[in-house]
């Protein structure tokens, strides 16, 4: 693995490879507010080593080691996050890659589908749903009641470390969805990493106010690469319907529901999805 600082454009972004750069590229975008690090390292590697991919993986802006800005002044937009990733890809002089995003991620590496078309040979799409408005909306259900309990009522002192990783590994175990064992050791020994490894974790705080930027001009109907759509049964904040949904916009995507899981890339799920991405981008151009 090589972690790597690129800048373009006066935007610092910090990235992390893994395998051979000669292999077919798989970028991954984990979801807003969270930096690299819920991508794993494990995990990546399964993905590289399993199927000879070239992963990468990056903080967004105001997580991790990229730039960060001003708590409640984040200076851009969701949009610029979807520009984000083609930085990334132009830095590693990639043309094209596998994309797998997971939650707000998922919706990200729509619009580059949308945005940039010709940058995106396949995606996988984790926990999310639609990034573009459209008519089945209104029949998707709403989070769960405890996920908006936790939501509405939890407090944090975010100048404060501990009671950011309490508030996290108890925000971790909502999404966890209820119908597993919830691993609190793992998950505090990685929100532990997240808070003490980022510039100022405070920030990412920011991606909770980001305008959307310019709405995309086409629909999900017009994403024409190969697609997969893979959600946990359990997800508190998009219940099984949104990827259903989801699955049904885009043409000829697949569907893989994860039983009893909630929303994110679960540690007992890794084989499976694992093997779900290697296998779907075995179809897609510049595959092995």
Do not use: K
Not at 72 to 87: F, I
Not at 145 to 162: G, I, L, Q
């Amino acid at each position: 693995m090589a972690e790597r600082m690129i800048e373009t454009e006066g935007i610092r972004l910090c990235t992390e490879s893994f395998g051979d750069p000669s292999d077919p590229p798989v970028l991954l975008i984990m979801g807003t507010g969270a930096s690299m690090l819920w991508w794993e390292e494990d995990f990546c590697r399964m993905l590289a080593e399993g199927g000879r991919r070239f992963v990468i993986r990056y903080d967004h802006r105001d997580t991790g080691r990229s730039v960060t800005y001003e708590p409640g002044r984040p200076g851009y937009s969701g949009a610029d996050l979807v520009d984000d990733a083609v930085r990334v890809l132009d830095a590693h002089g990639i043309p094209a890659a596998h994309v797998v995003g997971v939650s707000a991620g998922g919706a990200l590496a729509q619009l580059l589908a949308l945005d940039h078309a010709r940058r995106v040979l396949s995606l996988v799409l984790i926990s999310t749903s639609s990034a573009v408005p459209g008519d089945r909306d209104h029949d998707l259900p709403a989070p769960t009641e405890e996920f908006m309990r936790f939501v509405s009522t939890a407090h944090v002192d975010w100048a404060d470390a501990e009671s950011v990783i309490d508030h996290q590994v108890a925000y971790a175990r909502v999404l966890a969805g209820g119908r597993r064992p919830f691993d609190e050791t793992a998950a505090r020994g990685l929100v532990r990493r997240d808070v003490e490894r980022a510039d100022d974790f405070g920030a990412a705080r920011n991606h909770d106010s980001l305008p959307d930027g310019e709405p995309p001009r086409a629909s999900l109907s017009s994403i024409a690469v190969p697609t997969l759509v893979i959600h946990g049964t359990a997800d508190p904040m998009f219940p099984l319907r949104h990827g259903e949904a989801l699955a049904e916009q885009i043409p000829a995507a697949g569907l893989l529901a994860l039983a009893d899981a909630g929303h994110g890339v679960e540690r007992a799920d890794w084989p499976t999805i694992v093997a779900a991405i290697l296998d779907h981008t075995g179809t897609g151009d510049g595959a092995s």
